[in-house]
């Protein structure tokens, strides 16, 4: 009972002590504000799960996570390197970079916008159970099957954002344009690309978690004897729940850090935005 009253007590403190930070609006609260947040939940989780008891195999506290975190540094190591930088980052890279190639390729010519945008809408539509399973067969165990399910999953988001962006510019800025006697690639270069750069940059942060949650779940199907989805897979039928606890840490961690990046460049590449500047 002691653990829960601390718990709760800890997690009104915290409230309370946000509400008053909140009503602040300086740059410094906003930072601190969730990592209050997350502090107090931290602790309410703990005080619960201590305070009733609660079996290991059912959920187990974040004291219990952490140290099997820092115990498995090296196991949690390999399949970090296994899932995310052989899996995610070049099935990323392909999936984002085929998906804007083919937007402008759609742009430019009718003839595609007509025939490749329904093929589009029917790859959204795929389940990732679907089509896990058949990448794993006709690419194999490794990463490259994995890397080809990232493909499919961060495809479509970032083709229809690339779409929707290529037409954020007005019709007089491109009637302008003309004006100037510029042609098809000056007028993407200087005016399309750079006021559809909101929404690709938008499409990329949305791909960052699709690609993520693709090659972990695509793990389940067949892998080496490493990953992050292998391990979660394995480990739950060991009914040894701190350690899938502990992985499903790293891939928020490494998902949060992945945003933060893409969020980070598009604050530097958009700068003069509206959305960045407010």
Request: a positive charge.
């Amino acid at each position: 009972m002691m653990w829960i009253v601390l718990a709760l007590g800890l997690w009104v403190g915290g409230w309370a002590l946000n509400v008053w930070l909140a009503r602040r609006n300086t740059g410094t609260a906003a930072l601190v504000v969730p990592v209050i947040f997350g502090v107090a939940l931290l602790f309410l989780w703990e005080g619960l799960v201590r305070g009733l008891d609660v079996p290991l195999v059912i959920l187990p506290a974040p004291s219990a996570i952490w140290t099997t975190l820092t115990a498995s540094i090296p196991t949690l190591w390999a399949d970090f390197v296994q899932t995310v930088l052989k899996s995610v980052v070049p099935g990323y890279i392909m999936g984002c970079g085929t998906a804007f190639l083919t937007a402008i390729a759609i742009d430019r010519s009718p003839f595609l916008q007509r025939g490749l945008l329904p093929i589009g809408n029917l790859a959204a539509a795929l389940p990732i159970i679907g089509i896990a399973p058949i990448m794993v067969m006709w690419f194999g165990f490794d990463w490259q099957s994995k890397a080809a399910v990232v493909v499919v999953m961060c495809f479509f988001p970032m083709l229809v954002n690339t779409m929707e962006g290529l037409q954020a510019s007005e019709k007089m800025q491109r009637d302008l344009m003309r004006t100037y006697a510029a042609g098809y690639g000056q007028t993407l270069l200087k005016l399309r690309l750079p006021a559809a750069a909101p929404f690709i940059f938008n499409g990329l942060k949305i791909c960052t978690t699709l690609a993520l949650i693709g090659a972990i779940v695509a793990e389940f199907f067949g892998t080496p004897i490493v990953g992050m989805g292998f391990r979660i897979s394995t480990e739950i039928g060991r009914m040894a729940l701190d350690m899938v606890w502990a992985e499903i840490a790293v891939a928020a961690l490494t998902g949060s850090l992945f945003y933060g990046l893409i969020a980070l460049a598009e604050r530097a590449v958009t700068f003069w935005h509206p959305s960045i500047r407010i």
